[in-house]
């Protein structure tokens, strides 16, 4: 029995079950922060934050997901410097916890042959390669990318 499209996914997710947008309308100006080979195969995407800001006002919530190819990958569109690597990984575990517990059909259609993590700087990559923060941000598989492209 085939899986759940990644619109039927989301509207499974309680939290974000009506924050399914076309294509990666979800990014808003953000979408040029995802390039892909071909466009047809985005099937949506959910801006998660905007969705559970109510729910987890205090937390550390995870950007956007949207699905290419019947995969979904997540990505955080967020400042590239020193001073933001420890909030972006706390966004990451909230994201790994909110997967597990709120959200089993999304997970179980990330992407399986490479990370489907994505930290996207917002502007300049500025966080110094000899830095703890550096460090940190390599250590957990999340260092800032200008732009996700997927071919």
């Not at 390039?35 to 959910?46: A, C, Y």
């Not at 290419?68 to 790994?96: D, P």
Request: hydrophobic share 35%; aromatic share 12%; charged share 25%.
């Amino acid at each position: 029995m085939p899986g759940l499209t990644f619109k039927q996914a989301v509207e499974a997710t309680e939290e974000i079950a009506t924050g399914f947008r076309s294509g990666l309308t979800a990014f808003g100006k953000y979408s040029n922060k995802i390039e892909v080979r071909d466009t047809t195969l985005i099937q949506g995407s959910v801006e998660i934050d905007e969705c559970t800001k109510h729910l987890y006002p205090n937390d550390n919530r995870w950007d956007y997901v949207f699905a290419y190819n019947s995969e979904v990958y997540f990505i955080e569109v967020h400042s590239a410097n020193s001073g933001e690597v420890r909030t972006v990984i706390l966004k990451l575990k909230w994201l790994m916890q909110w997967l597990n517990e709120k959200a089993p059909e999304i997970k179980k259609m990330k992407v399986k042959n490479r990370t489907p993590y994505y930290w996207v700087q917002s502007k300049n990559f500025q966080i110094p390669k000899n830095s703890p923060q550096y460090r940190m941000a390599a250590k957990v598989g999340l260092m800032p990318i200008p732009k996700l492209i997927l071919y």
